[in-house]
Each structure stands twice: as structure tokens, then as C-alpha cells.
């Protein structure tokens, strides 16, 4: 935004300081009446025919939108992806200790990838990995929706569920 003698544009229309439309008027008319309310003359448009010139307290204007930024970033939630690493012989407690984990990171809005690592000669058994995450999915099912499906990598199942968002949220 260009502020006071940065503005070279004439003529300009004119916004008060309460928002109210003065008008369509010379840049040193615009100027006088800034001089007199002690405020900065910006423009606020510098495409419109002619550009809009609005005065204000551009220190204050600028401070006003530092704050908005910081307030707006404050609230955003940066989504990551959790990683939970499984066995095909996983006991039941351990299995339902994970899915509860993994309940709470999609209710934070994070992805999970289930990760089923096969040691030595597990990776034979295939279908035995392949039925834990499938155990995974029935789980979670009410919270999570799949986002890359169940696939092998080397010597690892590997599948990632993201947040199912629902409106009442």
C-alpha cells in the first residue's frame, strides 16, 4: 500500500476516517484534509478509476493486521502423519493399545500409516499381515477413511488412514 507522499495518482476519491465517502478530489485537497485530521492518507484501491485514498492511522492499521495474521495462524492445525508399527503376531492388548492411539491422532486431524514389519521368514505368511490390517480398518472404520490402500513394500505392509471429518465437529 502506498501511505501520504508515496500516493502520486490525482485525482482521488476520499474516504474519511468513519468510512464515510467524501469524494471524488485533487491529491493536495486529499493532503490539507489529512494535515488536518492529523491521520495518513493510503490507498486503499490503486486499480479503481480513480484509486481510492482512505484516511487512517496507518500505524495502527498495520498493527490491526499483524494481529489478524498471528490470530489466523494461531488456529490453523498443521496435519502430520503418525506412523504405528505392527507385528503379524500382535497380542490383542497391544493391538487394541495401538488402535486407541490411533483413534486419537485422526480425532486430531493427523493421518496414520500402519506400518506391519515382517521379520525372517514371517514374510511367508502373508495373509496373516494382510488379515491384521484388514483387523485395523474394521477397528477404525467410524473414524478413519483409507487414503493409500494396503500394499508391500520390502519387507513391510504399509497402508495410511486419514481423518473421516464429519460437520458437527
Same mark, same amino acid.
Given at each position: !500500500?502506498?501511505v501520504n507522499d508515496q500516493i502520486d495518482t490525482s485525482p482521488v476519491r476520499l474516504i474519511d476516517e468513519d468510512g464515510n465517502q467524501?469524494?471524488? =478530489?485533487?491529491?493536495?485537497?486529499?493532503? +490539507?484534509?489529512?494535515?488536518?485530521?492529523?491521520?495518513?492518507?493510503?490507498? #486503499? %484501491?490503486?486499480?479503481?478509476?480513480?484509486? #481510492?485514498?482512505?484516511?487512517? *492511522?496507518?500505524?495502527?492499521?498495520?498493527? +490491526?493486521?499483524?494481529?489478524?495474521?498471528?490470530?489466523? $495462524?494461531?488456529?490453523?492445525?498443521? %496435519?502430520? =502423519?503418525?506412523? /504405528?508399527?505392527?507385528? %503379524?503376531?500382535?497380542?490383542?492388548?497391544?493391538? *487394541?493399545?495401538? /488402535?486407541?492411539?490411533?483413534?486419537?491422532?485422526?480425532?486430531?486431524?493427523?493421518?496414520v500409516k500402519f506400518t506391519l514389519v515382517f521379520k525372517g521368514r514371517e514374510i511367508l505368511h502373508k495373509d496373516i499381515g494382510e488379515? #491384521?490390517? $484388514?483387523? =485395523? !480398518?474394521?477397528?477404525? +472404520?467410524?473414524?478413519?477413511? =483409507?487414503?493409500?490402500? !494396503?500394499?508391500? +513394500?520390502?519387507?513391510?505392509?504399509? !497402508? #495410511?488412514?486419514?481423518? $473421516?471429518? %464429519?460437520?458437527?465437529?
Open positions: !500500500m502506498r467524501i469524494g471524488i =478530489v485533487p491529491l493536495n485537497k486529499a493532503f +490539507e484534509v489529512t494535515l488536518e485530521t492529523g491521520l495518513d492518507l493510503v490507498e #486503499v %484501491s490503486p486499480n479503481a478509476k480513480p484509486p #481510492v485514498c482512505r484516511i487512517m *492511522n496507518y500505524g495502527k492499521f498495520r498493527y +490491526e493486521l499483524s494481529k489478524k495474521a498471528k490470530q489466523a $495462524k494461531k488456529h490453523r492445525h498443521v %496435519s502430520q =502423519v503418525k506412523e /504405528i508399527k505392527l507385528r %503379524s503376531e500382535i497380542s490383542d492388548h497391544d493391538f *487394541n493399545f495401538k /488402535i486407541r492411539h490411533a483413534i486419537e491422532f485422526l480425532k486430531r486431524g493427523d493421518k488379515a #491384521v490390517l $484388514k483387523r =485395523v !480398518m474394521e477397528s477404525i +472404520e467410524d473414524y478413519a477413511t =483409507v487414503e493409500i490402500p !494396503m500394499r508391500l +513394500e520390502g519387507n513391510n505392509f504399509t !497402508m #495410511v488412514l486419514m481423518s $473421516k471429518r %464429519s460437520d458437527d465437529d
